[in-house]
Structure formats: C-alpha cells, structure tokens
C-alpha cells in the first residue's frame, strides 16, 4: 500500500502543470475550489479502493491524503529555488505569494522530506497492524508546530494584509494534526506503565549517581535561558542583552515576514513550560506522560529549528537579516545544541524508561509506596 501512495502522490505533478498552463485555473477563488476538490477527490480515491480491505485505522487517510499535499510542498520549494520551473508559477502570483519566503521554503522542504517519509513509514505500519503510536506523535508535534507558526506569521507579518482565498486551505493542516495528536495520546502505550524490581532500584538512586540525567537537566535549563532570551528579543524587550544578541548574533528575528518572531513566541509560551517539565520529569520518579510529551515536544522543536535556522541563512532573506559572518558558527553551534536537547531527552525516556515507570506493589504490599516508605521497607530486609 505504501508503495501505492508513493506512486499516486506524483499525480499532484500533473495537477500543478495543467493549471499552470490554463489561464482560467489561475484565478484566486478557483485556485481554492480546485484545492477543495483534489482532496476531496484523493480521499475517495484511497476510499474506493481500500473497501474490500479497509484499514482499521482513520488515520491512514489522512496520511495517504497528506502525501500527495507532500509532494506539492516539495515542487514547491525546488521551483522557488529555481531547481525545477514549469510548475508552480501561477501559485507564486495568484495563490500564496508567501511560499516564496525563505521560512516557507525551508518549511516546505520539510514537509515533502520528513513528512512524506514518516506518512509512509506510517502507513506502512497500519498496513501491517504494526504500532506506530511514538512515530505519530512525533509527526504530530512537528505539523503542529510547523502549521500554527506558518498560518500566525503570514497573519501578523508583513503578507497580513494581502491574503488570498488559498490561504484557508492551510487550516486543513493544522486542524487534522491536532485531532490526529488528540487522538494518538488516547490510545494505549506501546510500551507498559508499570515497572518492577529493575524500575524500583533505578528510581531509588540520587540524581548525581545519574550522569546521563544530569547532563539533560544541566542541557534543559540552558535551553530554557536561550528560549527566555529570545523570547524576549521577540518581545522587543529594551534589555541589553536582548540588544546586543538581536544585532550581534540573529537580526533575524526581526525580518519583516513574521515567521522568526512568531516561531520565538511559541518557544517561549508553550515551549518553556514543557522544557522546564522535562526537568521534573527526571527529577521526580514515575512520570509516565514523559515518554509521550518527550517526542511530541521533540518532533516540534526539531521542526521549528530547521525552518528558523534554514531561514536565517536562505538567500532569500534579505542580507540585513542574515546570521553575520562572524558569529555564524556560534550561532549554528547554538541552534542545532537547542533543537538536539528535547531529541537527547526523548532517546533518552524510551531507550532506559525504568525511572519513568510506576511502581508495581511487590507481594504483601496493599498499595504503591511512596519513595521514603520504598526506602524503609528494603532497608528493613
């Protein structure tokens, strides 16, 4: 079945080709009904012919469907990069101008690369009746994150005041992701909640006998300063430090499309909180929405971290706004240490989750202990 949807999604290749060479399809309302219609279209395409053996999974839909869109994100980049032609030109001029910058291009590099791929990896998966919970919910958190900074930057940037009827279709994207995260931390966990022996000995150690751990503390506090730090330049906070970062190390932030600012933002209103969770989370044992928050977070920050840091180099932004020479590679040193921590910290939950379990009561016991009288008891014996 992948292998299916792999093939069909380049059908959008002839979509995007027959209304670039007919005039009366590059209209801006008619651009929106054809979007309207090519999905609908696609959806009952894998409808039709997944009846005699439909998926037990809804989601399978909405990656098959998303893959063909994937493809179109893809074309779309390489054409504003002047790698293909012939394709995408009308969507320039009368659809959405602001594909065209250098946050939607990295963005859309994204999406046709990583998303295209996990939307296989995943179908894959349902096809099989495999798992692919932790999978998903690291596709979900960088949709979401990509989506919401994408659609809030083209409103509060500087294309606010010259959107076009295809700009709702973006909406489709980020509403379905939502549902689609809603509905896989519903489900039952690949793995089990509740931990033995092994679990007990593991969380009953300080966390200076944990190196691993104290590393990703000492790692997630540094990444909760740096998003304070450029939360606030977001903010145009008068500070100095906010000055002297903002002119000496990411003028980008300050680039007319929107996209950096908005993307800061969310690092510093949703982001943070959940950074400084994670630090509780290996502070405190027995946290199991650990190992899902862990790859949800990480599949957000990885994408906002690709889309700013390939934006902020991009030839399309202008030279004002570009990371300057001198401070390029602690710039580059810094962003990818930024976006590798919540990675680090979720290889980390699902690799040695005994700390992250519940306690199983050992025989005798009536109820789950607390630390202290886990600690009584087993020095008693």
Known sequence: METLVFLFSFSALGVLYAMNTVPEFQE??????????????????????????????????????FCFTCVIDLTSALEHDGIVSGFMEFYQKTGEPYLGTAYAIMMCYWDGIVHFALYLMMISRITDRKAYRTLGLFWAGSLCANMSVFIAGIVAGKYGSDIRP?????????????????????????????????????????????????????????????????????????????????????????????????????????????????????LQPGCTWMSDWTVFVAGAMIQCQWTHVGGSLHPRTAPPFRVPAEALWPVLAANLLYAAVPVMVALRVHSNPYFFLKIAPFPGQTGLPNSEEKDTKYKDK
């Not at 279209?41 to 009846?51: A, K, S």
Request: aromatic share 18%; hydrophobic share 55%; charged share 10%.
């Open 28 to 65: 801006p309302y008619v651009i929106l009904a054809i979007g309207v219609a090519v999905l609908v279209v696609v959806f009952l395409f894998y409808y039709v012919i997944t009846r005699g053996n439909p998926p037990k999974d809804l989601l399978f839909f909405v990656f098959a469907e």
């Open 166 to 282: 295809a700009f709702w279709l973006n909406f489709v994207f980020l509403l379905v992701p939502i549902w689609g995260a809603v509905t896989l931390f519903r489900r039952a966990k690949d793995r089990p909640l509740i931990g033995g022996y092994n679990a007990f000995n593991v969380q009953t150690m300080k966390l200076i006998w944990r190196p691993v751990d104290l590393l990703l503390v000492l790692l997630l506090l540094a990444a909760m300063a740096f998003t304070v730090l450029r939360g606030l330049v977001a903010l145009d906070s008068p500070l100095e430090a906010c000055s002297v970062y903002l002119k000496h190390y990411e003028p980008y932030l300050q680039d007319p499309a929107g996209y950096p600012r908005v993307t800061m933002l969310n690092l510093f209103f949703y982001g943070l909180p959940l950074l400084g969770a994670f630090v509780y989370g290996l």
